[in-house]
């Protein structure tokens, strides 16, 4: 029943969201309220919110404070069952999903560890599957739990940059995200959003190839305006706009995102967004929602109040047209911006616009070049390279720059082909081939890798082999050169000596280094058996002595890989005894003692003592 009531309401929402664009501005959205308790026993409060800014994705729920420290017990925010857990190295950490009886699913990330008898069951799995990045999925009577029972400790694993709960509400069915805001939680928001620049684009090409011209905002009585000018005055026939946004909840400093916008001509309704719910299929499109070259650059986050052409997302509601406004006259028409928060808290923004013929227009770069299209196949032919972008790939319109560059090393086996830059977001991989300028050799064929490099950062993939061309995918626009990887990674020593005492130790910690940067494969064996070393955050591979480890003197074997297949081994003899510190040497007292005596008048006299 709970299941059919969460359908219908959905449903109704969608329907509302079909409606015309002054009924969405008023809609309600009707999930279960105070279904859901606080998944922990502190005062209520968020770092970040639903559908807040991040890079190349929405925040997908709420980031809840848990005081700058990890260990806060977590609690089941509903009756359910544990119905999946994950371990992994970046992402969500330690994680685990919770089916409820009402069709929802809710998510607790960055964990530091399960309670005990599920904490138990994971790390028997571990061993089992020799692999400590784990999935697990469970049948609905392993794992149940009750509203309010303890289920893990709070930490700040995997992609986590401090220590905080990440806590989701999904869909069961769909694996849709659902704003958490908007069930009742018992968070106090009486703050409406706040408004700091506008901005506005020439829109008579790509969204790439465009002037953009910035207005600083004020606050009055009334909402805000354009600071120093009532009438924006352009010579542009083609124009769309962006706002730089935030919201707080009652009580916070912290910075959050806002829930929705909406762009008003001549009061009539154009397009709006808002985050009501996100797949994290379309969490991607978020690099078309904002100014991503501006960001790119180092700029702040501007929300586009139009929806470019390569953009599928789901966030976006037309009312009369993609946002994008053409100034036919030169009547000065009236522009309303409203912005609101999860709990309708809500923000305005009025000025006037008006096309003048005697502004001039910005000068457009007039180039020969091919053109990628979006929603198009597009292909990049020249005769030692080759670039593929699917049909989803862009968003706007790009002028394709092509470079090549000869810059021979020892490894390398081709020139750099350059192909744009990172500027232009990419929404789906792009495949890069290219042929060698030398003859490879046998032994190296099959550690050539393809490096895309841009600035100060850098990518490799392992080369796919066809014929006498190599190929590779991508998710970004940069340059692109073949190697061959034939040198091998490098494990530091465990210690020195035949036999390693690691009796004062607690743990082994070992960090592979290789010259591409990407470790592939690492496996450890104690005396034959697998041994679970953690990898949290990539950075080292921890095994903490336990149980698997007993007293005695054990063989250590570590197997690193890279990307291309190169194979370290190494081997230690090491021994484990009960370690007991040293005790500490009583400090000598001096035999010869000085004491001071005061007499009368001030002066005093020391004496020394045998």
């Not at 744009?420 to 099959?446: F, G, Q």
């Not at 014929?467 to 091998?488: T, Y």
């Not at 082994?508 to 041994?531: C, H, M, S, T, Y």
């Not at 005093?604 to 045998?610: E, F, G, Q, V």
Request: proline share 6%; charged share 25%.
């Amino acid at each position: 029943m709970e299941r059919k009531t969460l359908h219908y309401a959905r449903q109704a929402f969608f329907i509302v969201m079909l409606l015309p664009f002054a009924l969405f501005a008023q809609q309600k959205n009707e999930y279960p309220k105070n279904y859901f308790r606080w998944p922990l026993n502190l005062k209520p409060d968020i770092v970040a919110n639903f559908g807040e800014l991040r890079p190349n994705h929405w925040h997908m729920g709420l980031d809840i404070r848990t005081r700058q420290k990890e260990n806060q017990p977590v609690y089941a925010a509903a009756a359910g069952y544990i119905a999946k857990i994950r371990v992994e190295k970046s992402g969500f950490g330690q994680c685990i999903w919770i089916n409820h009886p009402n069709g929802l699913t809710t998510l607790y990330a960055h964990l530091n560890a399960f309670f005990p008898a599920l904490e138990k069951f994971v790390r028997d799995q571990q061993y089992k599957q020799e692999t400590w990045a784990i999935e697990l999925d469970f049948p609905k009577e392993k794992f149940p739990v009750s509203k309010g029972q303890f289920i893990a400790y709070s930490g700040n694993t995997g992609g986590s940059q401090g220590p905080h709960l990440h806590f989701e509400i999904r869909d069961t069915k769909t694996d849709e995200c659902l704003n958490p805001l908007l069930f009742g939680l018992p968070l106090t928001d009486n703050v409406p959003p706040t408004l700091l620049k506008l901005a506005m684009y020439d829109r008579s090409g790509s969204i790439y190839e465009q002037t953009t011209s910035y207005f600083p905002l004020k606050k009055e009585s009334s909402g805000y305006v354009v600071l120093k000018t009532p009438v924006i005055k352009t010579g542009l026939d083609k124009i769309s706009f962006a706002i730089q946004a935030f919201d707080r909840i009652s009580g916070s400093k912290n910075e959050d995102g806002i829930f929705s916008a909406q762009l008003f001509f001549d009061d009539e309704p154009v397009i709006g967004f808002s985050f009501d719910s996100i797949s994290y299929k379309e969490t991607g499109y978020l690099n078309a929602h904002i100014d991503y070259k501006y960001r790119y650059n180092g700029g702040v986050f501007f929300q586009h109040l139009s929806q470019l052409p390569g953009n599928h997302s789901g966030v976006y509601h037309a009312a009369n047209g993609d946002g994008v406004i053409r100034l036919a006259d030169t009547s000065v028409h009236a522009v309303r911006i409203e912005i609101k928060d999860a709990y309708r808290n809500k923000t305005q923004l009025n000025f006037f616009v008006q096309h003048n013929d005697e502004i001039e227009k910005p000068a457009r770069h007039q180039s020969a070049a091919q053109q990628f299209l979006p929603n198009y196949v597009n292909v990049l032919e020249k005769p030692d390279f080759e670039i593929y972008l699917p049909e989803i790939c862009l968003y706007d319109t790009l002028r394709s720059f092509y470079n090549k560059v000869s810059a021979p090393s020892e490894f390398a086996v081709s020139s750099v082909h350059q192909v744009n830059d990172p500027s232009a977001p990419v929404h789906d991989d792009l495949v890069v081939r290219m042929k060698a300028d030398k003859t490879i050799p046998v032994e190296w064929r099959d550690k050539i890798i393809i490096q895309r490099s841009y600035r100060n950062t850098s990518s490799p993939r392992k080369a796919v082999m066809e014929g006498e061309w190599l190929s590779a995918k991508f998710s970004d626009f940069g340059n692109f050169q073949a190697f061959a990887d034939v040198i091998p990674p490098t494990i530091q020593e465990l210690g020195k000596g035949d036999t390693v005492d690691l009796s004062p130790a607690k743990r082994i910690v070992f960090q592979p280094v290789d010259n591409f940067g990407v470790i592939k494969g690492f496996r450890a064996e104690l005396d034959g058996k697998w041994l679970r070393f953690t990898n949290d955050k990539g950075w080292a591979h921890i095994y903490v002595f336990d149980e698997h480890c007993r007293y005695g003197k054990h063989h250590l074997k570590v197997t690193v890989e890279d990307l291309a297949g190169n194979i370290t081994t190494k081997n230690w003899w090491f021994k484990k005894y009960p370690y007991k510190p040293p005790k500490k040497k009583p400090t000598k007292k001096s035999s010869k003692t000085k004491t001071t005596t005061k007499k009368p008048g001030g002066k005093t006299t020391s004496t020394k003592k045998k």
